[in-house]
């Protein structure tokens, strides 16, 4: 099934092999997440855009919660980047991107109190 152009911005081509390369991570998420198919695609191709097949390290992510997110507080970032990286390989990976955007966007409120504990503690 063909949801249309997730973004303008990849053309036709590669945003249908990022959708191929994505549908078993979609798949694996689906039912972890509170996010929608059409959500995740979208989540996915954000971080791939940003990444380009790569992870993204601390640096890189207090920039996009600059950008996307308006945070300022550098202290925060690292905490929550800390959050994020639950394997402790200082990166953020894409599963980890998954479910950290889905608690810190839609997680109820028992999930993000736990979130919050887990960025300071």
């Given at each position: 099934?063909?949801?249309?152009?997730?973004?303008?911005?990849?053309?036709?081509?590669?945003?249908?092999?990022?959708?191929?390369?994505?549908?078993?991570?979609?798949?694996?998420f689906g039912n972890q997440t509170k996010f929608s198919?059409?959500?995740?695609?979208?989540?996915?191709?954000?971080?791939?855009?940003?990444?380009?097949?790569?992870?993204?390290?601390?640096?890189?992510?207090?920039?996009?919660?600059?950008?996307?997110?308006?945070?300022?507080?550098?202290?925060?970032?690292?905490?929550?980047?800390?959050?994020?990286?639950?394997n402790n390989k200082l990166v953020v990976t894409m599963?980890?991107?998954?479910?950290?955007?889905?608690?810190?966007?839609?997680?109820?409120?028992?999930?993000?109190?736990?979130?919050?504990?887990?960025?300071?503690d």
């Open positions: 099934m063909d949801f249309g152009q997730l973004d303008l911005t990849l053309d036709r081509p590669e945003e249908v092999r990022c959708r191929k390369r994505f549908r078993p991570i979609i798949k694996e198919r059409e959500e995740l695609e979208g989540l996915l191709i954000i971080y791939y855009k940003l990444t380009k097949d790569q992870h993204m390290d601390r640096k890189y992510f207090r920039r996009v919660m600059y950008t996307m997110l308006n945070f300022q507080n550098d202290v925060l970032i690292d905490r929550i980047f800390s959050a994020f990286d639950r599963d980890s991107w998954i479910i950290g955007m889905s608690i810190f966007l839609r997680g109820d409120l028992i999930e993000r109190i736990k979130f919050c504990f887990s960025v300071y």
